[in-house]
Protein backbone atom coordinates (compact mmCIF):
# COMPACT_ATOMS: atom_id res chain seq x y z
CA UNK A 1 0.00 0.00 0.00
CA UNK A 2 1.54 3.35 -1.02
CA UNK A 3 1.15 6.71 0.63
CA UNK A 4 -1.78 8.16 -1.03
CA UNK A 5 -3.86 4.80 -0.45
CA UNK A 6 -3.26 5.44 3.56
CA UNK A 7 -4.19 8.71 3.20
CA UNK A 8 -7.23 7.81 1.76
CA UNK A 9 -7.92 5.46 4.34
CA UNK A 10 -7.48 7.76 6.78
CA UNK A 11 -10.23 10.19 5.20
CA UNK A 12 -12.85 7.93 4.97
CA UNK A 13 -12.03 7.22 8.67
CA UNK A 14 -12.70 10.74 9.45
CA UNK A 15 -16.07 10.85 7.20
CA UNK A 16 -17.45 7.83 8.51
CA UNK A 17 -16.31 9.93 12.28
CA UNK A 18 -17.97 13.18 10.83
CA UNK A 19 -20.99 10.90 9.73
CA UNK A 20 -21.70 9.47 12.82
CA UNK A 21 -21.46 12.65 15.21
CA UNK A 22 -23.73 14.34 12.73
CA UNK A 23 -26.07 10.93 13.55
CA UNK A 24 -25.15 11.73 17.27
CA UNK A 25 -26.22 15.17 17.15
CA UNK A 26 -29.72 14.52 15.14
CA UNK A 27 -30.86 12.07 17.98
CA UNK A 28 -29.81 14.22 20.72
CA UNK A 29 -31.58 17.49 19.76
CA UNK A 30 -34.37 15.00 18.89
CA UNK A 31 -34.62 13.54 22.16
CA UNK A 32 -33.68 17.28 23.79
CA UNK A 33 -37.17 18.36 22.53
CA UNK A 34 -37.66 22.28 21.98
CA UNK A 35 -39.74 23.06 24.92
CA UNK A 36 -36.44 21.66 27.48
CA UNK A 37 -33.80 23.68 25.11
CA UNK A 38 -36.35 26.57 25.19
CA UNK A 39 -36.26 25.69 29.16
CA UNK A 40 -32.88 25.33 29.69
CA UNK A 41 -31.50 28.66 27.28
CA UNK A 42 -33.71 31.19 29.54
CA UNK A 43 -32.33 29.59 32.92
CA UNK A 44 -30.24 32.20 34.55
CA UNK A 45 -26.49 31.83 33.88
CA UNK A 46 -23.84 31.02 30.94
CA UNK A 47 -26.72 29.30 28.74
CA UNK A 48 -25.09 29.73 24.99
CA UNK A 49 -24.89 26.08 24.33
CA UNK A 50 -28.71 25.94 25.31
CA UNK A 51 -29.43 28.93 23.25
CA UNK A 52 -27.45 27.27 20.70
CA UNK A 53 -29.74 24.37 20.70
CA UNK A 54 -32.89 26.21 21.08
CA UNK A 55 -31.73 28.20 17.69
CA UNK A 56 -31.50 24.41 15.98
CA UNK A 57 -34.76 23.31 17.08
CA UNK A 58 -36.25 26.12 16.22
CA UNK A 59 -35.46 25.88 12.47
CA UNK A 60 -36.30 22.06 12.36
CA UNK A 61 -36.52 22.13 8.89
CA UNK A 62 -33.70 23.57 7.97
CA UNK A 63 -31.78 21.76 10.53
CA UNK A 64 -33.10 18.38 9.75
CA UNK A 65 -31.82 19.36 5.98
CA UNK A 66 -28.09 20.01 6.77
CA UNK A 67 -27.98 17.51 9.06
CA UNK A 68 -29.28 15.00 6.79
CA UNK A 69 -27.46 16.59 3.87
CA UNK A 70 -24.01 16.64 6.01
CA UNK A 71 -24.61 12.62 6.59
CA UNK A 72 -25.14 11.85 2.86
CA UNK A 73 -22.26 13.52 2.26
CA UNK A 74 -19.83 12.13 4.08
CA UNK A 75 -21.15 8.42 3.74
CA UNK A 76 -20.60 9.04 0.24
CA UNK A 77 -17.28 10.40 0.63
CA UNK A 78 -16.65 7.67 2.85
CA UNK A 79 -17.65 5.00 0.29
CA UNK A 80 -15.38 6.67 -2.30
CA UNK A 81 -12.27 6.98 -0.14
CA UNK A 82 -12.31 3.61 0.61
CA UNK A 83 -12.87 2.02 -2.69
CA UNK A 84 -10.36 4.54 -4.57
CA UNK A 85 -7.68 3.32 -1.57
CA UNK A 86 -8.55 -0.04 -2.43
CA UNK A 87 -8.49 0.11 -6.21
CA UNK A 88 -4.67 2.22 -5.50
CA UNK A 89 -3.50 -0.82 -3.03
CA UNK A 90 -4.19 -3.72 -5.21
CA UNK A 91 -2.75 -4.70 -8.00
CA UNK A 92 -4.02 -5.88 -11.42
CA UNK A 93 -7.49 -7.68 -11.52
CA UNK A 94 -8.69 -7.59 -8.52
CA UNK A 95 -8.98 -4.21 -8.05
CA UNK A 96 -12.82 -4.25 -8.91
CA UNK A 97 -13.33 -6.96 -6.24
CA UNK A 98 -11.00 -4.72 -3.96
CA UNK A 99 -12.94 -1.79 -4.67
CA UNK A 100 -16.21 -3.69 -4.33
CA UNK A 101 -15.09 -5.25 -0.82
CA UNK A 102 -14.09 -2.20 0.44
CA UNK A 103 -17.59 0.13 -0.35
CA UNK A 104 -18.85 -2.98 1.73
CA UNK A 105 -16.60 -2.78 4.34
CA UNK A 106 -17.41 1.38 4.68
CA UNK A 107 -21.08 0.83 4.38
CA UNK A 108 -21.40 -1.51 7.53
CA UNK A 109 -19.12 0.49 9.46
CA UNK A 110 -21.29 3.30 8.66
CA UNK A 111 -24.06 1.51 10.42
CA UNK A 112 -22.85 0.66 12.94
CA UNK A 113 -20.87 3.94 13.81
CA UNK A 114 -24.56 5.35 13.16
CA UNK A 115 -26.46 3.20 15.54
CA UNK A 116 -23.89 3.48 18.30
CA UNK A 117 -24.22 7.01 17.97
CA UNK A 118 -27.85 7.48 17.95
CA UNK A 119 -28.14 4.97 20.65
CA UNK A 120 -25.50 6.87 22.61
CA UNK A 121 -27.32 10.12 21.97
CA UNK A 122 -30.53 9.08 22.48
CA UNK A 123 -29.45 7.74 26.05
CA UNK A 124 -27.56 10.93 26.74
CA UNK A 125 -29.79 13.66 24.77
CA UNK A 126 -29.37 16.61 27.04
CA UNK A 127 -25.61 16.42 27.64
CA UNK A 128 -25.16 15.08 24.41
CA UNK A 129 -27.44 18.02 22.65
CA UNK A 130 -25.16 20.56 24.85
CA UNK A 131 -21.77 18.92 24.46
Known amino acids: MDATSGWLLAAAGALLLTLALAAGLEA?????????AQALAHEPGPARR????EALLG???????????LELGAGM???????????????????????AGA???????AL??????RALAGRHAEAAALA
Not at 77 to 84: L, N
Open 112 to 117: ALVAAA
Open 28 to 36: ALAGLGLPR
Open 50 to 53: ARAA
Open 77 to 99: GAGAAASWAAWRAVPGDLRVAAA
Open 103 to 109: VLAAALL
Open 59 to 69: AREDTAAALGL
